[in-house]
Antibody, heavy 119, light 110 residues
Framework: EVQLVESGGGLVQPGGSLRLSCAASAITFSSHAMSWVRQAPGKGLEWVSTISGSGDNTYFADSVKGRFTISRDNSKNAVSLQMNSLRAEDTAVYYC????????????WGQGTRVSVSS | QSVLTQPPSASGTPGQRVTISCSGSSSNIGTNTVNWYQHLPGTAPKLLVYNNNQRPSGVPDRFSASKSGTSASLAISGLQSEDEADYYCAAWDDSLNGWVFGGGTKLTVL
């Protein structure tokens, strides 16, 4: 069974940086696009970023473009989200998700890691 | 304001059939396929439907979905108490070059 385990969440001050990681198992990792989706407190799901299986193509929501970067290490079955210039509105649970059925689709999700941006 | 529009709430009694709608535009639902997710607080969101109407292995056939034009819908028949959760639709948006989600529908089983 596919397993996705996120880590790296925590409390950070506005303007600070944080790096989230997601470790995957039981999938042919390099064949699957990976995404990050977040849920702010009391809000719905919001897509953040997607990276293709090869890592050649990346996509970002306008709300994080220029501040967040996504990368992957297929030799380690891991994907990362580097978050810079963090704002209070970035406070959320961040989920890692793998494409399984459709090329870029967030199909299978991890349990999430919590990020709080506050002074 | 979410790009895809869902009703904020829905409800039904055990055994009933409920439907949740999802309205989009030509750049998302009108062009691309729709996913549906079930999310219970504190857990990982679960894919219920992909490619408009396909169920992943293990999803009961009580869950069905369809798409027409720029709208989609999820139907849950034989409602059970464990179906009480938040439901989201999602689709790729060609104009935004990214995924867009509905605001979510909180389903209450009375």
């Amino acid at each position: 069974e596919v397993q996705l385990v996120e880590s790296g969440g925590g409390l950070v001050q506005p303007g600070g940086s944080l790096r989230l990681s997601c470790a995957a198992s039981a999938i042919t990792f390099s064949s699957h696009a990976m995404s990050w989706v977040r849920q702010a407190p009391g809000k719905g799901l919001e897509w953040v970023s997607t990276i293709s299986g090869s890592g050649d193509n990346t996509y970002f929501a306008d709300s994080v473009k220029g501040r967040f970067t996504i990368s992957r290490d297929n030799s380690k079955n891991a994907v990362s989200l580097q978050m810079n210039s963090l704002r209070a509105e970035d406070t959320a649970v961040y989920y890692c998700a793998s494409a399984i059925y459709d090329p870029l689709s967030p199909d299978y999700w991890g349990q999430g890691t919590r990020v709080s941006v506050s002074s | 304001q979410s790009v895809l529009t869902q009703p904020p709430s829905a409800s039904g009694t055990p055994g009933q059939r409920v439907t949740i709608s999802c309205s989009g535009s030509s750049s998302n639902i009108g062009t691309n396929t729709v996913n549906w997710y079930q999310h219970l607080p504190g857990t990982a969101p679960k894919l219920l439907v992909y490619n408009n109407n396909q169920r992943p292995s293990g999803v009961p056939d009580r869950f069905s979905a369809s798409k027409s034009g720029t709208s989609a819908s999820l139907a849950i028949s034989g409602l059970q108490s464990e179906d009480e959760a938040d439901y989201y639709c999602a689709a790729w948006d060609d104009s935004l070059n990214g995924w867009v989600f509905g605001g979510g529908t909180k389903l209450t089983v009375l």
